[in-house]
């Protein structure tokens, strides 16, 4: 039933079929506009990726019913070194009835000045309603940067728009602008690999023209996700796409491979195709289902844009795979062999064999001394992990821009003349009215809190404070400071909440944590099981695990060193683990598949030995030619404005390459050859060449007779 299915779009009547579904889906997609419609459908601000049982969200709740609604104040911060000039005070009063002059909905008006102690600072603020749209933020912000930068102004006063509001605006900016650039870098750089794979100016068309199918496709559900209320921000749109890039490509040369192998032995190209498909095919599905699986997993997460990386990375595979097993194959049984000038495979031609190649000399030269070599793969690698000592989850919101953004500069002016906490203040919500002088007070005595105040703001629900801190309300320092403020709150008044934007993050941090260490066990037993199901062998199973375990650590800890020494980033963010160990091991195992299920094909005839050698033989060029497009894709995350993206762009791109010239190529053939035919236990294969023996090739260079 399967094979039929699968060979449905090499069949002479049914390509048209297939092409043209996939035609009128890309049409219909396009004309309802769903990937705009899925763009402005994602979530930037901090505040969207809280679990619902944080207390930062319980306090957000609260504290927009006190509002009526959730208030973003903006800061305008004026400096000058030596101290303001009178001239500056009374630009700071034009600048002032400017901003004023035009309303936006839900906003307030920007008050008189507050002057720092040594006169070198002013602030003015106001505030923004949320209603979670991004234009709701951007459209003040922007119009407020406007106004000033047209302001002349003497040499020497600083002028920045910074708080809550402007520092989501310039996230909710950098988000905008990636996925575009994204999808050209990386189309580029998949349009380049191709010619150099295939070398040929015509073939690279079809399966770069099928990804973006995929692509096109992929964000028009996942417009439909977002309707069932899955969260999706700019990281996991980033990520998204480059899976169906990167992914995409991958199935695609693993199905040409077999698919022009198959055309050197039939003059059918339907019946190549429909042979291509039956066999390559199930191993195909097999890993693109392992990565999908792998990703539901983090459904499971607290916090919501992990958890939305779930689905939308799934339902991005699983669109991959289906355009690359229907829509491509459909195309190139109706292109015909021509665009695969000027090397067209033709029937009797010679191609990539099981017993010669650069890869079969790789196998016999690890076959030589297979425990040494995986004894010291293993050694390098655990060398490589030792890396994880240096690593530092210092990443926050306040240091997660590569270049300089105008909210982080000013909120560096703040700091300088005020309490750095001051523009971004904790939410205090006292429950009980009549304790909320004495929460202020024992809140005041924390070490680090600079001065709490009352808002005005109070109802039925409690009185809401502003507890401005010492230290930048962006930085770990003040994160580490939220419990012990909650821990004075609630001993003054039991019931109390905290919030705002450092409670917000610290909630967020802490929640990436505990998903990290919940996710990665259950990651491990989930990708098992599959891999259990698919070789039908405990041994093969567990040494593909370990390698890729291993594999993940020392990607890990040679980008906890990078991140570092090289790059001079502050540190990781508390998710990069998470992600990183998500897409090493499914992608690690995806390749592991694609090797172990040819070996074993091989060695139920020729023994573990010789098919270890022959499966290597034959899909080396292929893997090592995916694994090289997956790296180049996840490495144009590396150009991208933002830290995390850039951390995660290199640990993947750096892991694939380590997996597909090191551990798939090298551990793993070392660690089949050395345990030999017990690696297929317990399954029929290492009972009957216990029996029989293994077959042997002729030695390398020479012919059988």
């Known amino acids: 039933m399967l094979e039929r299915f699968l060979a449905l779009p090499a069949g002479r009547r049914s390509k048209w079929a297939v092409l043209g579904f996939w035609l009128v889906a890309v049409i219909a997609i396009m004309a309802t506009d769903l990937p705009s419609k899925y763009a402005d459908a994602e979530k930037n601000e901090s505040t969207s990726f809280l679990p619902g049982d944080a207390e930062s969200t319980k306090a957000l709740e609260v504290t927009k019913r006190l509002q009526g609604g959730e208030l973003a104040p903006t800061v305008v911060v004026f ?36 002057l720092s102690r040594d006169g070198s600072t002013a602030l003015i603020s106001n505030t923004i309603r949320s209603d979670g749209e991004s234009d709701t933020l951007l459209d003040p912000v922007d119009h407020y940067r406007e106004v000033l930068r047209t302001e002349d102004r003497d040499d020497g006063l600083q002028v920045k728009v910074t708080g809550p509001s402007g520092v989501s605006a310039d996230a909710i900016k950098v988000f905008e602008d990636i996925n575009g650039t994204l999808i050209l870098a990386a189309g580029l750089l998949v349009f380049v690999l191709l010619i150099l794979i295939y070398r040929s100016p015509i073939f690279w068309f079809f399966p770069l023209f099928s990804v973006i199918v995929a692509e096109l496709v992929s964000r028009g559900g996942g417009y439909g996700l977002t309707e069932l209320g899955v969260t999706v921000n700019g990281q996991t749109s980033s990520i998204a796409s480059i899976l169906v890039l990167g992914a995409g490509t991958d199935y695609a ?29 199930p191993a195909v599905i097999a890993s693109a289902l392992t990565v999908a699986i792998a990703l539901l997993a983090l459904v499971l997460a607290k916090v919501n844009g992990t958890a939305g990386m779930g689905p939308v990375g799934a339902f991005s595979i699983v669109v991959a795979l289906l355009v690359q097993l229907t829509f491509l194959p459909a195309l190139l049984v109706a292109v015909g062999r021509r665009p695969f000038w000027p090397f067209v495979p033709r029937l009797g031609d010679e191609g990539v064999d099981e017993t010669h190649g650069v890869w079969r000399r790789v196998g016999e030269r690890v076959a030589a001394r297979p425990r040494r070599v995986w004894l010291g793969t293993v050694a390098l690698l655990a060398l490589c992990a030792v890396g994880l000592l240096n690593f530092s989850s210092g990443l926050t919101q306040g240091n997660s821009f590569r270049d300089s953004v105008e909210s982080i500069e000013g909120q560096e002016l703040v700091a300088a003349a005020f309490p750095a906490g001051q523009s971004a203040p904790l939410d205090v ?51 580490d400071l939220v419990p012990k403020v909650r821990e004075a709150a609630a001993a003054a008044a039991p019931g109390t909440l905290v919030g705002g934007s450092s409670a917000v993050e610290a909630d967020v941090r802490d929640a990436s944590e505990r998903d990290t260490l919940l996710l990665i066990p259950i990651t491990l037993v989930v990708v098992f099981l599959i891999l259990l199901v698919l070789l039908r062998a405990v041994t093969a199973t567990l040494l593909l695990m370990g390698t890729v375990v291993l594999s993940f650590a020392a990607a890990l800890g040679i980008g906890s060193i990078v991140f570092d020494v090289v790059f001079g980033f502050p540190g990781a963010d508390p998710s990069i683990p998470l992600f990183a160990f998500i897409f090493l091991v499914a992608l690690g195992v995806d ?8 070996v074993r094909e091989e060695t139920a005839k020729h023994g573990t030995r010789d098919g270890m050698l022959r499966g290597l033989a034959v899909t080396g060029g292929v893997i090592t030619s995916a694994g090289i497009v997956l790296a180049g894709t996840f490495s144009v995350l590396a150009a991208l404005p933002l830290v ?36 297929w236990w317990p399954s029929r294969l290492a009972r009957e060449e216990a029996v029989r023996g293994p077959a042997t090739d002729p030695p390398h260079g020479t012919v059988a007779g």
């Open 591 to 598: 390749y592991n598949i694609f090797l172990m299920a040819r």
């Open 429 to 479: 919500v006292v429950r009980d009215p009549g304790r909320a002088q004495a929460v202020g007070a024992a809140v005041a005595q924390v070490d680090g809190v600079a001065d709490v105040r009352p808002t005005g703001q109070q109802g039925a629900e409690g009185v809401l404070l502003a507890a401005a801190l010492d230290v930048d309300p962006y930085s770990t320092e003040a994160f």
């Open 79 to 114: 400096q000058r070194d030596g101290g303001l000039r009178p001239a500056d005070r009374e630009a700071i009063a034009r600048d002032t009835a400017q901003l004023n002059a035009r309303a936006f909905r839900g906003t307030t008006r920007f008050g008189e000045p507050t």
């Open 253 to 281: 040369l693993l199905l040409v491979a077999r698919y022009r192998e198959e055309l050197r032995r039939h003059e059918d190209k339907h019946e190549a195709m429909a042979l291509a498909l039956r066999t390559a095919g």
């Open 644 to 679: 995390f993206l850039t951390e995660i762009g290199f640990v993947i791109a750096f892991g694939v390459l380590l997996d597909t010239f090191l551990v798939r190529s090298v551990l793993v053939p070392a660690l089949v050859l050395d345990v030999g035919p017990k690696v």
